[in-house]
């Protein structure tokens, strides 16, 4: 059963005043297609998860310049990467239960949507994002700077992970300055048991493409292929050579 967004705001400890706002952070897209009459008075939950990746890659960007002084720029994207990454952002919200919160159609329900990973980091950057417009930057530091300082001492302590992405990110940037960007390009399967594929692009070349379960699966392993393609192709440059 969902449990009502009007107590969302004493569980995050943020206080709101727009609960509209709120109710569209936590509104799924299959329940708006599902209930388009209610959904149309409520912010777009997608624009929202869009609005709120920029604005939790802000104060990562902030918290990681601020943390690691001596930290080269290289450094700092790998870091600020393994910060925000889909698996932490799904965990401190399974922290706050937002599962419990989502407003989902009757047949999400049933496929277990609540605990899926990639909708738990949506939904955590959709609420970020009604906090931002709700209150402002500074409440949004002050939620996220306590969330996130665990996990910076972490870091701290054992590095980056050494993960395809953030590899991938690495390399990408030392040798072109040029951040990766991941596509899904193809979803297919029942809603309770997808498939995604998706591609990773440096520039307009687009270097490799992976397939899973989850998204996030699917661009590791499409940023694992990207990496096997730099390192066969070790004069490979995206701004002189021909559209692969």
Do not use: C, W
């Not at 009007?6 to 709101?16: A, E, I, Q, T, Y």
């Not at 990110?169 to 951040?179: G, P």
């Not at 899904?184 to 070349?205: K, L, N, Y």
Request: hydrophobic share 40%; net charge negative; proline share 6%.
């Amino acid at each position: 059963m969902t449990k009502p967004v009007v107590s969302l705001p004493d569980r995050l400890g943020v206080p709101f005043a727009d609960m509209t706002l709120l109710r569209g952070a936590v509104m799924h897209h299959s329940y708006r297609y599902e209930r388009p009459e209610e959904a149309i008075s409520h912010p777009n939950t997608q624009r929202l998860e869009f609005l709120g990746d920029v604005v939790v890659s802000m104060v990562a960007t902030q918290l990681v310049f601020d943390a690691f002084p001596d930290a080269d720029e290289g450094t700092m994207t790998r870091l600020r990467s393994a910060l925000i990454r889909t698996e932490n952002l799904a965990a401190i919200a399974t922290h706050y239960s937002l599962g419990d919160y989502v407003i989902v159609s009757k047949g999400e329900d049933h496929s277990g949507a609540r605990t899926r990973v990639s909708l738990l980091a949506d939904v955590f950057e959709s609420i970020v994002a009604a906090i931002y417009i709700d209150q402002g930057m500074q409440a949004v530091q002050a939620f996220l700077t306590p969330l996130f300082s665990a996990h910076l001492e972490q870091l701290r302590r054992e590095g980056t992970p050494n993960d395809p992405r953030s590899r991938l990110q690495e390399e990408s940037q030392r040798r072109f300055n040029i951040t990766p960007r991941y596509r899904t390009v193809a979803t297919s399967g029942p809603e309770h048991q997808r498939s995604f594929v998706v591609e990773a692009d440096i520039g307009t070349h687009t270097l490799g493409a992976g397939s899973g379960s989850s998204q996030p699966i699917a661009r590791a392993q499409a940023a694992a292929v990207a990496l096997q393609f730099l390192t066969d192709h070790p004069r490979f440059d995206p701004t002189v050579q021909p559209l692969l």
